[in-house]
């Protein structure tokens, strides 16, 4: 089952961005209408806990909603100024954008340099010799072990983590870095 606020987040840019999408100006009530519909639902069928929702447009925050609680045994509310949600596998997005934003600019020189040549605070380890690009670790092929080393803490950490904590926190190579870009599978067509 998709992630309800991905969904969110999708239908937004699409009705408020790109030139094949008709301009649709956002307002609050309507917003709430829809929201209530799809979320105020989904919370009485018990598919999340909490979730902050924001809708902007051109920069300006037209609508901050939020649904259920932050703290569900005590009936806490989330606060949209203060509550902190785990951003899990969105931050794939984020992460993909800004580098294609630095690649764009002219401050990545190339996908396939080495992403040590681009960090300060750690050091990526290598495969023999073989140093994990960037190219790698967007698409997940940079050979690292699958873990969940530090995931469900409820520790607070301060941001941004030192080197030390991101160290720790570094998997272990298992596997050779992919080397090819793209994997064609050539079947014979019956």
Do not use: C
């Not at 520790?155 to 272990?172: F, G, K, R, T």
């Amino acid at each position: 089952m998709p992630h309800l606020r991905t969904i969110a987040v999708i239908v937004i840019l699409m009705i408020s961005s790109g030139p094949t999408w008709a301009r649709l100006e956002l307002d609050d009530a309507s917003i709430r209408q829809w929201a209530d519909d799809v979320f105020g639902r989904a919370l009485e069928d018990h598919r999340f806990s909490g979730l902050g929702f924001v809708a902007v447009q051109d920069g300006k925050v037209v609508s901050t909603l939020t649904y259920g609680y932050e703290k569900w045994a005590g009936k806490v509310p989330i606060d949209p100024a203060r509550t902190q949600f785990r951003i899990g596998s969105d931050s794939k997005t984020f992460t993909g954008t800004a580098v294609a934003q630095l690649y764009d600019r002219g401050l990545i020189a190339s996908l396939d340099d080495s992403a040590n040549s681009y960090l300060e605070r750690v050091e990526l380890p290598n495969w023999n010799g073989q140093e994990i690009t960037i190219w790698n670790l967007l698409t997940h092929r940079a050979g690292f072990e699958e873990m969940g080393k530090g995931i469900a803490s409820d520790e607070d950490i301060s941001v941004p983590v030192s080197s030390e904590i991101a160290q720790w926190l570094m998997p272990q190579l298992v596997r050779p870095p992919a080397a090819a870009r793209f994997t064609a599978i050539i079947a014979p067509v019956s």
